[in-house]
């Protein structure tokens, strides 16, 4: 065992076979899976529908989405006035000048509390 283990690896190869071939699928079913998860809010297939590319199989429920969206989005925009105020307080400005993008959302609730607790 050890002798031919050993020819193996001090040989060297110097051609390959090569062989006529053909691939073909085992079946039409394919697995579809999305690949972070979530609900699904409208399934717009059944069981055995023929499906083409480009088609919508399934949608899924925004409620999760959105709501991240809406977290994330409320703590950036927070920082962006904190980073506001410290700007004005480090260049000893009397006034905070907040970024454009926050100043043209400041009819939001979410925006009017950010930028008056800085």
Known sequence: MLVVFGWGMLSEIS????????????SNVKKVQHPTGGVVGELNVKDGDRVKKG?????LDETQARTSLAIVTKALDEMEARQARLRAERDGAAKV????????????????QAT???
């Open 15 to 26: 051609g390959a076979v090569i062989a006529p071939g053909k691939l073909v699928v085992d």
């Open 55 to 59: 088609d919508v199989v399934v949608r």
């Open 97 to 112: 000048t907040f970024p454009a993008d926050l100043l043209a959302r400041k009819d939001e609730p979410e925006m009017a």
């Open 116 to 118: 008056t607790s800085e």
